[in-house]
């Protein structure tokens, strides 16, 4: 069964810019999350997608979106790159059901370098 | 304002020795919780998770252990193998069936052969 799969892998953009990153989920899994890794943060939560819909939404500024297709690949997008904003962004997926609670599958991260 | 704490940035364990990894929480909505372990440049993997009824739960070499009343769990690993060196993570969830977790730091293990 192939795991959660994050493209890119690395990339590289100057501030003012923007970015998209894309996440494919475990097959059969409807629930996709992002979080952002930082060595000073740790890692926060950005939103959770659900059929289509956000249905969580950490604190971070409107600059930070994302969108759910109806295959549950997810896409996220950050306008106008800040330095801050240079990280490890994660996307896990889950079945969501009753009982699992929080089990979350990880990619390996798309690491963004805002210079 | 940090709700998930991991007090100790590292630890360092002997091949075939306990190690033990705490982690302390503000939040009393906090009902689930997790523990994952992420190796370099890899994606955190999940471990072991315990609901807030219980206060023990064992998978093989990992067992986490809740107390409520101090707000604190912990991960023991018996024994130690030197491939469980990696950075250990500790997660909690205030509503069930929500996927919006809560991340402690983490704490670096290091087992030594």
């Known amino acids: 069964k192939a795991g959660v799969t994050q493209t890119p892998r690395y990339l590289i953009k100057t501030r003012g810019q923007q970015v998209t990153l894309s996440c494919s989920p475990i097959s059969g899994h409807r629930s996709v999350s992002w979080y952002q890794q930082t060595p000073g943060q740790g890692l926060q939560f950005l939103f959770e997608y659900f059929s289509e819909t956000q249905r969580n939404k950490g604190n971070f500024p409107g600059r930070f979106s994302g969108r759910q297709f109806s295959n549950s690949r997810s896409e996220m997008n950050v306008s106008t790159l800040e330095l801050g904003d240079s990280a490890l962004y994660l996307c896990?997926?889950?079945?969501?059901?009753?009982?699992?609670?929080?089990?979350?599958?990880f990619g390996e991260g798309s690491r963004l370098t805002v210079l | 304002d940090q709700q998930v704490k991991q007090n100790s940035p590292s630890l360092s364990v002997q091949e075939g020795r306990i190690s033990i990894l705490n982690c302390d929480y503000t939040?009393?909505?906090?009902?689930?919780f997790l523990w994952y372990k992420k190796y370099p440049a890899e994606g955190p993997t999940f471990l072991i998770s315990?609901?807030?009824?219980?206060d023990k739960n064992e998978d093989g070499r990992f067992t986490v252990f809740l107390n409520k009343s101090a707000k604190h769990l912990s991960l023991h690993i018996v024994p130690s193998q030197p491939g469980d060196s990696a950075v250990y993570f500790c997660?909690?969830?205030?509503?069930?069936?929500?996927?919006?977790?809560?991340f402690g730091q983490g704490t670096r293990l290091t087992i030594n052969p």
């Open positions: 939040n009393s909505m906090f009902d689930y």
């Open positions: 315990i609901s807030s009824i219980k």
């Open positions: 896990a997926s889950s079945l969501a059901s009753r009982g699992r609670t929080g089990e979350l599958f």
């Open positions: 997660a909690a969830s205030a509503i069930q069936g929500a996927q919006k977790l809560v």
